[in-house]
Structure formats: structure tokens, C-alpha cells
């Protein structure tokens, strides 16, 4: 069973940085594609951030220029760096990986860091 791990978000002031970190419990390499989402509080879930196997990156239009996702398959690790943080950012964020093969595909989550920016 695959498992997701991320590290603790916090209270940021506006303007200011965090890093979030998500390690797996199995080779990273095993998925397709490994994000971050965040939901704020009655919105839907919203993607942040992909990252692909081949390096490839996605970004919510909302977080570009701002925000940098990375892996090291080395760590089995992927990161979330945030910076010029807005209260708008303010949301539970969810790291994800993705596994599709030409039979399924399947969706892993990790139990959500709570990322706060305000003064």
C-alpha cells in the first residue's frame, strides 16, 4: 500500500515562503505523475501543481510564477515551493500521485497539510 507523507505547513505572512515536502513509500518513479492540490474552505479541490515522470510541470494559472514543484526520485520526495504567498493561498493542500496503465488508473492521497497565510 502506498503511502504519502507531507510535511507540515503552518501560519506564513503575506509575501512569504514555505516548502512543502511529500515522501512516498515506494519509488516514485512507479507514478505517472505526482501533484499537489489544495482545497479552501467551501471550495472544490483544485490541482497546484503536477509534475510528471518525464520532468514535465503544470500549473494553476492562480500560482505561476510563484510556486516551483520538483522531485528527487533519489528521496522518493516531491516538493512544493511556495513563495509571495497570498491569504488567497490559504487552503488544506493534498499531495497526489497518479498511476495509469492501459487498465486503470488510481489516485493516492496524502492526509493534507494546512497551509495559512495571513498577518
Known amino acids: 500500500q502506498v503511502q504519502l507523507v507531507e510535511s507540515e505547513g503552518g501560519l506564513v505572512q503575506p509575501g512569504g515562503s514555505l516548502r512543502l515536502s511529500c515522501a512516498a513509500s515506494?519509488?516514485?518513479?512507479?507514478?505517472?505523475?505526482m501533484g499537489w492540490y489544495r482545497q479552501a474552505p467551501g471550495k472544490q479541490r483544485e490541482l497546484v501543481a503536477a509534475i510528471t515522470r518525464g520532468l514535465s510541470t503544470n500549473y494553476a494559472d492562480s500560482v505561476k510564477g510563484r510556486f516551483t514543484i520538483s522531485r528527487d526520485n533519489a528521496k522518493n520526495t516531491v516538493y512544493l515551493q511556495m513563495n509571495s504567498l497570498k491569504p488567497e493561498d490559504t487552503a488544506v493542500y493534498y499531495c497526489?500521485?497518479?498511476?495509469?496503465?492501459?487498465?486503470?488508473?488510481?489516485?493516492?492521497w496524502g492526509q493534507g497539510t494546512q497551509v495559512t497565510v495571513s498577518s
Open positions: 515506494g519509488s516514485i518513479f512507479s507514478f505517472n505523475a
Open positions: 497526489n500521485a497518479k498511476v495509469v496503465t492501459t487498465v486503470y488508473a488510481y489516485d493516492y
